[in-house]
């Protein structure tokens, strides 16, 4: 356990040593994605496969919500 602790640190702090690093910017530049403006450009038809995947999904946030309030 403690040698992939290590190779895990060792990997991170050599992530952080690179001097060509591309600002995120910059990598949104590149691959074209922009802000989004309205809420309606995330909405998409067929994203649940079903509605029952929907619910589940919904429960879930709700969920979530939940345990931040009480947190």
């Known amino acids: 356990m403690e ?3 290590s190779a895990s ?3 991170h702090g050599a992530c952080r040593q690179e001097s060509d690093q591309i ?3 910059e990598l949104a530049r590149r691959q074209g994605v922009r802000p ?11 994203i649940f496969e079903s509605d029952e995947e929907l619910a589940e999904f ?5 969920a ?8």
Not at 58 to 62: F, G
Not at 66 to 71: Q, R
């Open 3 to 5: 040698a992939a602790m």
């Open 9 to 11: 640190s060792a990997d």
């Open 23 to 25: 600002p995120v910017e």
């Open 36 to 46: 989004v403006r309205s809420v309606e450009e995330l909405a998409r038809d067929g």
């Open 58 to 62: 919904l429960a879930e946030v709700r």
């Open 64 to 71: 979530m919500r939940h345990a931040s309030l009480t947190a």
